[in-house]
């Protein structure tokens, strides 16, 4: 069993280093685009890419979008607005407004919790329970970009919270289904730390990765996204396939 583990985590971190490897010297933003109309573009953002603001050279969704929409576009400035986002080594499905009015609609939908969001991580541990929601406050530092369990009567704590279900495991690692139901700085990554089963790769808040680090990237991906067309106001879901297979 223990050989069966070694190789499991060995495939693992080989199929998702190629991955991202793959991914970065051949970003091509009109590959991600997984939807377009005149209100919204839907996005699978890869693994490595910044949302927004990455540094000097470097390419991001945000100005990758920017410069799709200005060629198919000649001599008109686009418009793009960034309602929600994803940690840069983070991986999944995001959308963005073409519109302010699309922006201001999809923003409260977010703000309200009108919008579903879904992640897959792998944990460093298997929880005992393979169904739960875990419910904590967090407080974010922003000198150290993150955020830490606190309690509730701590100023500026927020509440979070979420549900999650095992869908695989073996003696060391599972593969969780998350169900966000608020939207908090590092979310996850801190509450699946503090209940004792952080994500494999995360060098914030897995001390295993701190003092060895495993190589792999972290293993999180945002793999489905609803919410009420801006303008239509039909439900829409988007989702692609679990990218962590135990």
């Given at each position: ?61 945000e100005s990758s979008l920017k410069n799709y929409l200005a060629l198919k576009n000649p001599g008109k400035m686009p ?168």
């Open positions: 069993m223990v050989v069966f583990v070694v190789v499991f985590r060995a495939l693992l971190r080989y199929t998702l280093l190629k991955r991202r490897d793959f991914f970065m010297r051949n970003f091509n933003i009109q590959d991600c685009i997984l939807f377009e109309d005149k209100e919204i573009l839907v996005c699978h953002k890869p693994a490595g890419i910044a949302v927004q603001n990455a540094r000097l050279g470097a390419a991001d969704m418009y793009l607005g960034v309602v929600h986002r994803l940690d840069q080594p983070v991986r999944g499905v995001m959308v963005f407004a073409k519109t302010k009015e699309a922006a201001a609609d999809l923003s409260r939908q977010v703000q309200t919790k009108m919008a579903d969001k879904f992640y897959y991580a792998v944990t460093d541990g298997v929880p005992e329970q393979k169904k739960g929601t875990l419910e904590d406050y967090l407080l974010r530092d922003g000198k150290t970009n993150t955020s830490k369990v606190v309690s509730k009567s701590t100023e500026g704590a927020k509440s979070a919270r979420l549900d999650y279900e095992v869908t695989a495991q073996n003696k060391t690692n599972a593969v969780l289904r998350i169900r966000l139901d608020t939207g908090r700085h590092h979310q996850i990554r801190v509450q699946l730390a503090n209940a004792g089963i952080p994500i494999v790769g995360d060098t914030k808040y897995n001390f295993k990765e701190t003092m060895t680090r495993s190589g792999n990237g972290l293993l999180l991906c945002s793999y489905k996204i609803g919410f009420k067309h801006p303008k239509t106001h039909k439900k829409m879901e988007f989702e692609i396939r679990n990218p962590f297979l135990i």
